[in-house]
Nanobody, 124 residues
Framework: QVQLVESGGGSVQPGGSLRLSCVAS????????MGWFRQAPGKEREFVAT????????YYTDSVKGRFTISRDNAKKTVYLQMNSLKPEDTAVYYCAARVASYIGREVYEYDYWGQGTQVTVSS
């Protein structure tokens, strides 16, 4: 079993930055690919970024490329999402997710464990 706890959300003005963190429990973190997803009110949960178990591969949805960076620290069992140049359309609840496989995944159904989410609000 894997438990995921996100933190780092909050309210920022457009153009601002936030760094989300997700700490995992259990002994298998370093063998799992991780992902960040988000869900805005009235919309489906959507993929944001993913990173392989070793950190060697990453992938981003087009709308965040060049602004967001996913990274991980396997010794700390933590995955991060650095978000720069935030826009109002980035407003959503952000979820951390873990999958059994070690390679990256972009679909909700590919992930087995989910955190409780952290709210990100971008507004002037």
């Amino acid at each position: 079993q894997v438990q995921l706890v996100e933190s780092g959300g909050g309210s920022v003005q457009p153009g601002g930055s936030l760094r989300l963190s997700c700490v995992a429990s259990g002994r298998t973190f370093s063998s799992r690919a991780m992902g960040w997803f988000r869900q805005a009110p009235g919309k489906e949960r959507e993929f944001v970024a993913t990173i392989s178990a070793t950190g060697g591969s990453t992938y981003y949805t087009d709308s965040v490329k060049g602004r967001f960076t996913i990274s991980r620290d396997n010794a700390k069992k933590t995955v991060y999402l650095q978000m720069n140049s935030l826009k109002p359309e980035d407003t959503a609840v952000y979820y951390c997710a873990a999958r059994v496989a070690s390679y990256i995944g972009r679909e909700v159904y590919e992930y087995d464990y989910w955190g409780q989410g952290t709210q990100v609000t971008v507004s002037s």
